[in-house]
C-alpha cells in the first residue's frame, strides 16, 4: 500500500487574494482622492459575461452591482434590496430598488434576465458559463443548446427577480455578489455596439459604484458612477490601475508615493518584509498544475505515470528554489481555510496527512509508479518520455516552470519541455481548448465551499482543465442533493481524495502574499474570494499620506 503523507497546512478563514498585472506608466501622486495600484497580468476581457480571470473580476467589480454585493465573504443587498426563498431553498424572489444605470435610465429585471441568458447561451461562449448551471436549465441550454428563455430565471414585473435554482445552493446568494457575470446589462447596449461592446470605457454602461472613465491597453481609470445607488457612501473620487509585469518596478512607484497599493515579488520579501506598511497573508490562492489526460502525449492518460510526477517532487525544496520560501508548499486542492463542517475550516475537519502526497517526495516510490508505468505503455526507457509544460512567460512563473523541469527530471529521468505563453492566451484559448499537456496554474475560491475547486475536474467542465471520471462525477453529483451539511462536506472530502489518488493534479503551494499599503487607505478589503482586493468602499486620508521615499 503507498503511504501518502501530508503536512496538514491550516489556514485561518479570513485572508487576501492575488492578483495580477501592470506595465510602466505615469501615475500622478497630486490626485489626492484617488486610489492606485498595479497588477501583473492583463485581463482577458472588459466585459461581464466573459471574465474568466482574477484581474478581469478585479478590474469589474468596482462597475458592477449585482442583485447582491459580496465584500470579504460578507454578503449585502445590491440592486436587490431584499429577496425572499421558498421553503424547499429552490427560488428566490428578489425586489430591485431603484436603481439607475450610469446614464440614467432605470435598472429592470430584465436587465438581469438578459444578462444571464447570455451568459448561459453556448454561442457567447462565456469560459465561466459553468457558474450558471445551479440554475434550472441552465446545463442543459449552455451543453446540449436547449432555448435560452427556459433558463429559470424571470421577470415578473419592472421590480421582481425570480430565479429557480436546480438543487439548495446555500453559497447562491454569495457568489452572485461577487462574480461579475451574474450583473445585470443592458440589451439595447450590447446590441448597438455588437463585437466592440465593452471594449472601451465609452461602449457600456454601469450599474456599480464607479464607471471606466478610459481604458488603454496598459491602464485603466475609474470615476465614481453618481447615479449608483448608494452614491453617497463612496467616499473616494477615483481610481487608477496600471499593469506592470514586473513587481519590482511597483515598489520604486510605492515608495515615492506614487502608488496606495503594491505586492512585494517573492525575492524582495526578505529584504522588506520588516519594514513599516509592509504585511502579508495567505490569500486562499492554491497553486498546482493541471494535466491534460486527453492530450496526444498519452503518458499523461496513465495513472500511474501522474502519479510518479507527484511522488517525484520535494515540495519543501520546490518553494525554496521556485519561491524564496515566501509561499507555502501545499499538496492538497482545497484551501483548507474555506468552511468545513461541525463550526471549524475544511482543515480543521479532515485530517489531510492521511491523504495526500509527501511533503518532501517519495523519490523510490516515484520511480517506482514511472517503472509500472512504462511496463503499461511498453516503454523501454524514461529518456524516451517528453512532456510539454505550459507556464505564463513571466519570470516568477518561468522560474516555478524550471524547478519543476529540473526536480522531475533529475529523479525520474524524463524530458521536460518549457513553453512561455501569455497570460491571457493562457485562460482565454490555451487551457479552454485542450492545448496544453501539463499546465502551471491556480485557483482562488468564488464562494465559501470546497466544490468551487472540485468542480473544475467534472467531466462536463472544459473551462480549463479537461480531466474526465466518470466516478468522481458521481461524488460530486451526489453532494448535489445532499441536504445534510455534514455528510455533504463527506462526500467533497472523498472527492477531493478520489482526484489525488488518481494523480489528476500536481499541487504546488498555497500563496502568502507580501504587500505595501500606503497608511492614507482606510477600510481596504482584502479576502480570498474570488475579489482579493476590494476598494470600492475604501476611504483615503491624506494627512496620513507616504511623504516621499519612506516605507
Request: glycine share 6%; charged share 25%.
Amino acid at each position: 500500500m503507498r503511504k501518502k503523507l501530508l503536512a496538514l497546512l491550516i489556514i485561518s478563514a479570513m485572508m487576501i487574494c492575488t492578483f495580477e498585472s501592470c506595465s510602466e506608466s505615469s501615475v500622478s501622486s497630486s490626485a489626492k482622492n484617488t486610489f492606485r495600484y498595479a497588477v501583473t497580468t492583463l485581463p482577458t476581457t472588459l466585459d461581464p459575461t466573459m471574465c474568466n480571470s482574477l484581474t478581469d473580476n478585479e478590474l469589474q467589480h468596482p462597475v458592477t452591482e449585482g442583485l447582491t454585493r459580496t465584500t470579504g465573504g460578507k454578503v449585502a443587498p445590491g440592486i436587490a434590496e431584499s429577496w425572499d426563498v421558498s421553503d424547499d431553498g429552490l427560488v428566490y424572489t428578489f425586489h430591485l430598488r431603484d436603481a439607475k444605470w450610469s446614464d440614467g435610465q432605470p435598472i429592470t429585471a430584465d436587465d438581469f434576465v438578459y444578462s444571464w441568458r447570455r451568459l448561459a447561451d453556448p454561442a457567447t461562449g462565456s469560459a465561466y458559463a459553468f457558474a450558471i448551471w445551479m440554475v434550472e436549465n441552465g446545463k442543459k441550454i449552455n451543453l446540449e443548446g436547449a432555448d435560452p428563455e427556459t433558463l429559470g430565471i424571470k421577470a415578473l414585473d419592472d421590480k421582481t427577480v425570480q430565479v429557480t435554482l436546480v438543487n439548495p445552493t446555500a453559497y447562491f446568494i454569495s457568489y452572485i455578489g461577487n462574480q461579475p457575470s451574474f450583473a445585470p446589462l443592458r440589451r439595447d447596449i450590447v446590441e448597438k455596439y455588437g463585437k466592440d461592446f465593452a471594449t472601451s470605457a465609452e461602449t457600456n454602461v454601469y450599474s456599480g459604484p464607479f464607471v471606466f472613465s478610459e481604458t488603454t491597453d496598459d491602464s485603466w481609470s475609474f470615476e465614481k458612477n453618481p447615479e449608483f445607488w448608494d452614491a453617497e457612501n463612496i467616499r473616494i473620487d477615483a481610481a487608477k490601475v496600471l499593469y506592470m509585469k514586473d513587481e519590482h518596478d511597483q515598489i520604486e512607484m510605492f515608495e515615492k508615493g506614487e502608488l496606495d497599493f503594491a505586492y512585494l515579488p517573492n525575492d524582495a520579501v526578505v529584504e522588506y518584509k520588516n519594514e513599516k506598511n509592509v504585511n502579508h497573508y495567505l490569500n486562499g490562492n492554491v497553486d498546482f498544475c493541471y494535466i491534460n489526460d486527453k492530450s496526444d502525449n498519452k503518458v499523461l492518460a496513465n495513472t500511474e505515470f501522474r502519479l510518479a510526477l507527484n511522488y517525484a517532487l520535494n515540495r519543501k525544496l520546490y518553494n525554496h528554489n521556485a519561491n524564496d520560501d515566501a509561499y507555502k508548499p501545499y499538496n492538497g486542492l482545497v484551501f483548507p481555510g474555506l468552511s468545513g463542517k461541525g463550526g471549524v475550516t475544511y482543515g480543521e475537519a479532515y485530517n489531510v496527512d492521511m491523504y495526500a502526497f509527501p511533503m518532501e517526495g517519495d523519490v523510490d516510490l516515484a520511480r517506482s509508479c514511472l517503472d509500472l508505468a512504462m511496463e503499461q505503455m511498453e516503454i523501454a526507457s524514461p529518456d524516451d518520455i517528453t512532456v510539454e509544460l505550459v507556464t505564463i512567460d513571466r519570470d516568477a512563473e518561468i522560474r516555478i516552470a524550471e524547478e519543476l523541469k529540473s526536480q522531475w527530471e533529475s529523479v525520474l529521468g524524463i524530458n521536460i519541455k518549457i513553453r512561455p505563453e501569455d497570460h491571457t492566451d493562457i485562460y482565454s484559448t490555451i487551457y479552454p481548448s485542450g492545448d496544453y499537456e501539463i499546465g502551471y496554474g491556480g485557483w482562488i475560491p468564488d464562494y465559501n465551499d470546497p466544490y468551487t475547486y472540485l468542480e473544475l475536474w467534472r467531466s462536463d467542465n472544459t473551462s480549463y482543465n479537461q480531466y474526465s471520471n466518470e466516478d468522481f462525477d458521481a461524488l460530486l453529483d451526489e453532494s448535489v442533493t445532499e441536504t445534510d451539511p455534514d455528510s455533504r462536506m463527506d462526500m467533497l472530502n472523498n472527492a477531493e481524495i478520489h482526484l489525488l489518488a488518481e494523480g489528476a493534479l500536481i499541487p504546488l503551494q498555497a500563496k502568502d502574499k507580501y504587500y505595501m499599503l500606503n497608511p492614507r487607505v482606510s477600510d481596504l478589503t482584502l479576502s480570498f474570494f474570488n475579489i482579493t482586493i476590494d476598494w470600492a468602499y475604501a476611504g483615503l486620508e491624506e494627512s496620513k499620506a507616504i511623504q516621499g521615499s519612506n516605507i
